[in-house]
């Protein structure tokens, strides 16, 4: 949509969110999915420095804490390769590493396993526990 809009009105934002939306997420017509698997986590400012001088293009987002800084846990993923990733018939989806995907024949403990190995993953490189946005059980 690249529509030339000086005073948008409620359609045309419903229409700008729906076609980003459409552009970086999965049909779930298509391909069955969950949304974002995972909650972007809130860190310590005192660790974010200590992860700044390690990830240098890390992005972030200020928290109503002056404390606390919020990271996109879909970047992390992404970082650590994990994007476009099929295993047993899911995987993270090739435009938004936060969804994780059925491709029609995984089944539900293979999304739970890849869930883990993407949580122990970014555990183990950056130190930060993802927990997920869904209901699992």
């Known amino acids: 949509m690249s529509k030339n809009i ?6 045309d934002i419903s229409e700008a ?11 779930p017509k298509k391909i069955g999915n969950a949304g974002s698997f995972f909650k972007n986590p809130v860190i310590s400012l005192e660790f974010f420095k200590t992860l700044l001088k390690k990830h240098p293009d890390i992005p972030y987002y200020n928290t109503d804490d002056k404390n606390s800084i919020k990271i996109p846990a879909g970047w992390m993923i992404e970082k650590l390769g994990f994007k476009g990733m099929e295993i047993d018939g899911i995987g993270v989806h090739k435009k938004q590493a936060l969804v994780l995907v059925n491709y029609g024949h995984g089944k539900g403990e293979s999304i739970v396993t890849l869930a883990e190995l993407i949580q ?13 946005e869904v209901n699992i059980w």
């Open 6 to 11: 000086t005073k948008p009105n409620i359609q």
């Open 17 to 27: 969110v729906i076609s980003i939306r459409e552009s970086k997420l999965p049909d």
């Open 120 to 132: 122990d993953t970014v555990k183990e490189n950056f130190s930060i526990e993802l927990h997920p």
